[in-house]
């Protein structure tokens, strides 16, 4: 298959430009001004807050001046379970629910509800789930959503989407307001480097090969740690020669095989970088795609199995070397073994 | 076999003691809050005397043996409010109090929420609900062991939304679990607002009543009269206690009291130094961890 395969071809931001704090977002700002344009041309969509409105920004439907809007917004309260249970009661009755809370307490607290009330049925419910990965940053531990796409990619009829920086979120949600079936979108918590424009292309289901490199190491990716994985394959590239691919797994249900697999056909490695645990993750999604047909050696990058600690987001990044020094110490690690 | 004595109720802590310890949990809740750039200053300063009365004058517990099997539990199921905890049990000795100004970060032991593994934390909390059912699993346990150990569990009014909650108490009342005390903080406000507009409570205590409960309900920042619920709870055998405790969050900052917009927001210096002063009055209130951040406040440290 043909591969769109450099930065210009995907629209990218230089990373000097995605380094510079003025151009960097956080996911539920672009959000909330999404669902809110979202709710103004569709009325048969609804959003749904369990107390957590203004941080998820479901606030901006709730707050919105046309009471035709503002009158589709439900807190419930603190209860998650009852939060997807009544998302799923609006979606039986033919409405497009946008159900919001953190993304710990909507894949953890509420996983019964999400399994038997929308992906057996296979309703069209829209999860927001913001505060993805240890970036949720000093709640610490109980706050981190670091099994969430684990626990999210066994459900059947389940579409996982992840969202690579805050201007992507609003592609991301007029690409999946008709999908058929449940869409789950993972969001990080906190200003991050912004590294697609409006022409990065974004389809539902598709990997995209932000990098393409010479026949060593390929970088599987997803999400925030897009950014930081390109960096680090400039850094690999000038300083050891190695010249990865980078492909940014946008989608980790359904899964691209085919982008994965030609990829993989090009290099001796690989590695999966990801702000989750390396069970079950994106590791885990690419390991079980590549194994029967083009297997490849592959490193794993991510959280080690560990509840980790409180912190500022980027301190977190650092400590549990996830940002660029990190993943480049990480993938010479593993390619000397 | 007679057990040893415990140094936690202590005499020597009157209310007056108290009262001016209050003052100083306060300072150090919020200095705590604003070193860390985050936390949650309303919910911590509206169980102020919450707490204090149950650490100082009730629980049975010994800061010098944190894991003592015969001590008494607390569940701190609003486990957004530990900054006021973590204070509490700094000052008592479990861990330096120098901790209190790395809480949140890096490397420190205060996580942002409590952790099982903080000397005096009893149980990990930080997702509302969950509180309930592990002091009645701790309860049980002391009743199969025939321990005479009393559980506590403090709970947010907003997380009562949480149907666990619910289902915990119906444990508690079904398996007549008279040494749960169940204190409800009723500062009548969440994130999103009034709790009453958010998703109504009341009847609150009529909901506990039918639930199995003996239900108190007592001013949430008079020591005398939590002591009344307290020995009240104690007293009361044969089925659970819940004590719904009258407060306002932000207690005890004039600016903070009952504003939803201080549930889980850090003072900056200025709120801070007017904080301090107001809850100080013309007392003379000192801890290491204020003399910490306010002399690095003034030193302009940060
Ligand atoms: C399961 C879960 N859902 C949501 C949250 C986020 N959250 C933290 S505090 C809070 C509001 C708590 O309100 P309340 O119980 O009344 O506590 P208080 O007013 O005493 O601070 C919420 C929704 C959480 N910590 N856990
Ligand atoms: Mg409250």
């Known amino acids: ?337 | 076999m007679k057990t040893k004595a415990f140094p936690y109720p202590a005499v020597k802590y009157d209310d007056a003691a108290l009262e001016k310890l209050a003052r100083r949990l306060r300072c150090d809740t919020l200095c705590m809050i604003h070193q860390a750039s985050s936390g949650h200053p309303g919910g911590s300063l509206s169980s102020v005397e919450i707490l204090s009365t149950l650490y100082y004058q009730y629980l049975r517990h010994d800061p010098a043996n944190p894991e003592r099997t015969d001590r008494d539990r607390f569940v701190l199921s609003k486990g957004h409010a530990c900054p006021i905890l973590y204070a509490i049990l700094a000052e008592q000795g479990y861990f330096p109090e120098e901790e209190l100004c790395h809480l949140r970060r890096v490397g420190g032991l205060l996580q942002g929420h409590p952790s099982l593994h903080i000397p005096g934390i009893d149980a990990s909390t930080g997702s509302l609900g969950q509180g309930l059912s592990l002091a009645n699993g701790v309860a049980l346990a002391a009743k199969l062991d025939g321990s005479d150990l009393h559980t506590w569990c403090l709970l947010g009014d907003g997380e009562l939304q949480e149907g666990q909650v619910w289902e915990a108490a119906m444990t508690s009342a079904h398996y007549k679990l008279d040494n749960v005390t169940a204190i409800v903080d009723r500062n009548g406000l969440q994130i999103d607002g009034k709790t009453e507009k958010v998703m109504a409570l009341e009847p609150l205590a009529e909901k506990w009543l039918s639930f199995g409960f003996h239900v108190i309900e007592c001013d949430g920042h008079s020591f005398s009269d939590l002591r009344r619920a307290y020995d009240e709870a104690l007293a009361t055998k044969g089925k659970p206690s819940c004590i719904i405790a009258n407060t306002h969050k932000g207690h005890g900052v004039s600016f903070m009291t009952d504003q939803a917009g201080w549930h889980g927001k850090s003072p900056s210096v200025e709120q801070l130094q007017a904080a301090v002063t107001e809850i100080c009055g013309d007392k003379k209130i000192e801890s290491s961890c204020m003399k910490t951040v306010l002399g690095e406040v003034k030193g302009g440290g940060r």
């Open chain 1, 1 to 337: 298959m043909a591969l769109n395969s450099t930065v210009k071809e995907m629209r990218l931001l230089s990373l000097t430009d995605a380094a510079n704090r003025e151009n960097w977002q956080a996911c539920k700002v672009t959000y909330g001004a999404a669902l809110l344009k979202l709710a103004t041309e569709r009325p048969e969509v609804v959003a749904l807050d369990a107390d957590l409105a203004n941080s998820t920004q479901s606030s901006r439907i709730r707050d919105a001046k046309d009471e035709s809007i503002s009158r589709r917004f439900f807190d419930v309260g603190i209860s998650e379970q009852d939060l997807v249970g009544t998302g799923a009661g609006l979606a039986l009755a033919g409405k497009i629910p946008y159900v919001n809370s953190f993304g710990v307490f909507l894949s953890g607290r509420a996983w019964g509800q999400i399994r038997v009330s929308v992906c057996y049925p296979n309703l069209p419910v829209r999860f927001g789930g913001s505060y993805g990965g240890i970036t949720v940053g000093p709640d610490g531990p109980t706050h981190f959503a670091i099994s969430d796409i684990a626990i999210l990619r066994s459900l059947p009829n389940m579409t996982l989407v992840s969202a690579t920086d805050g201007a992507q979120v609003p592609k991301i949600i007029e690409a999946t307001v008709d999908y058929p079936g449940p869409v789950y979108i993972r969001m990080g918590r906190v200003p991050l480097p912004v590294v697609t424009t409006a022409e990065t292309p974004f389809e539902t289901g598709r990997a995209y090969v932000y990098r393409k490199g010479g026949g060593e190491l390929v970088l599987y990716t997803t999400g925030h740690s897009v950014y930081d994985t390109l960096e680090a394959a400039e850094i690999l590239a000038t300083e050891d020669g190695i010249d990865p691919w980078v492909v940014n797994v946008n989608t980790i249900k359904p899964l691209d095989v085919d982008t994965i697999a030609t990829v993989a056909k090009q290099v001796k490695r690989g590695c999966v970088v990801e702000e989750h645990n390396i069970y079950g993750g994106l590791g885990g999604a690419v390991a079980e795609a590549l194994a029967g047909s083009h297997p490849l050696p592959l490193g794993f990058i991510g959280i080690e199995d560990e509840f980790c600690e409180s912190g500022e987001p980027m301190e977190l990044l650092r400590e549990y070397k996830l940002d660029a020094p990190g993943i480049v110490e990480r993938v010479r690690g593993y390619l000397s073994k």
